[in-house]
């Protein structure tokens, strides 16, 4: 089953600009991850962001947590051609023994 | 140097005939996972073990198992392959053994086919 939802599905903005995607969950998280997915490839991990941060930062990532309205966001800044890829969040849920599971993902696409 | 190795990439099997799906790792993490991900879909969790213990999610169809002999090797299972079983199969790894919470890192996937 999964544990979250993203959205938006999908995302087409133009290069230099901003994009942000959201997560929403369900129950209580150890931490968030967020991952990166080019078409028929694996996952690679970003960025994680534990359940007690609000916030944190990576080269053109943002992240933030809000744990009382159990959602994340995802901002990349002045985004590239080559950040078009599939994006999931994910979570590893308390008490579940290190379960992790992705939310549905966002679909961006950068246009040169 | 490839850390979450899968083998085959590309796997094709007949209708009904079991086929294994292998994974290593060489980070020395002792939790592995395995999700199915179908076309533009999420990858969904079917099971993972932390350390030795095995934990299936409710939903997992019986025809999926898995093994773990050691901590470098995990396996996919399936008893008998049926046309809706065709997606990519991911393996990940993590690790919490120092206290602290890490990444999952993955493989490059198996593609299964099924004719």
């Known amino acids: 089953s999964q544990q979250g939802e993203e959205d938006p599905q999908a995302l087409s903005i133009q290069e230099g600009e901003n994009a942000t995607m959201n997560c929403s969950y369900k129950t209580s998280i150890n931490n968030l991850q967020w991952y990166r997915q080019n078409s028929g490839r694996g996952l690679v991990h970003l960025i994680l962001?534990?359940?007690?941060?609000r916030e944190k930062h990576s080269g053109r990532l943002r992240v933030t947590l809000d744990t009382s309205k159990k959602s994340s966001s995802l901002l990349i800044t002045a985004s590239r051609a080559a950040d078009t890829a599939s994006y999931f969040c994910?979570?590893?849920?308390?008490?579940?023994?290190?379960?992790?599971?992705f939310g549905s993902g966002t679909q961006l696409t950068v246009l040169p | 140097d490839a850390m979450v190795i899968q083998n085959p990439r590309y796997q094709v099997t007949q209708f009904g005939k079991p086929v294994t799906l292998s994974c290593s790792q060489t980070l020395n993490h002792n939790v592995m996972y395995w999700y199915q991900q179908k076309s533009s879909q999420a990858p969904k969790l079917l099971f993972h073990?932390?350390?030795?213990?095995?934990?299936n999610e409710a939903d997992t169809p019986d025809n999926f198992q898995s093994r773990r002999p050691n901590t470098s090797f995990c396996f996919l299972d399936i008893r008998s392959p049926g046309l809706g079983d065709a997606a990519m199969y991911l393996c990940?790894?993590?690790?919490?053994?120092?206290?602290?919470?890490?990444?999952?890192?993955f493989g490059q996937g198996t593609r299964l086919t099924v004719v």
């Open positions: 994910a979570t590893d849920a308390t008490g579940s023994a290190r379960q992790l599971t």
């Open positions: 990940a790894t993590s690790s919490d053994r120092r206290g602290s919470d890490t990444e999952a890192f």
């Open positions: 073990y932390y350390d030795k213990d095995f934990n």
């Open positions: 962001i534990r359940s007690n941060e």
